[in-house]
């Protein structure tokens, strides 16, 4: 787990194929809920800003779970940063 610890404390998230120790789905939600937490308010989009980049991304077929085929982001991450914009143009 400290491992772990030093991926929450990190500025980014790293690939779940990258990690030497194995990571659950549940782990890496967590790590995303604390990544999302502890963004800076100013680089953040709003809450419904948010919510509706997911809900396009939710049934998108580039989407593996957390993870976009396209990027390799993590669709949580992405969608919470005010910068970032979908690899496919579907965010407006």
Known sequence: MENRVKLYQSAEILCRRCLEVPVSDRELAEVLDRYLEEMDE???????????????????????????????????????????????????
């Open 42 to 92: 100013d680089l953040r989009v709003s809450p419904e800003a948010y919510e509706a980049r997911l809900a396009v991304c939710e049934p998108c077929p580039h989407r593996v779970g957390y993870t976009c085929l396209k990027c390799g982001c993590y669709v949580q991450a992405r969608s919470a940063k005010k910068k970032s914009a979908c690899p496919v143009g579907r965010w407006k």
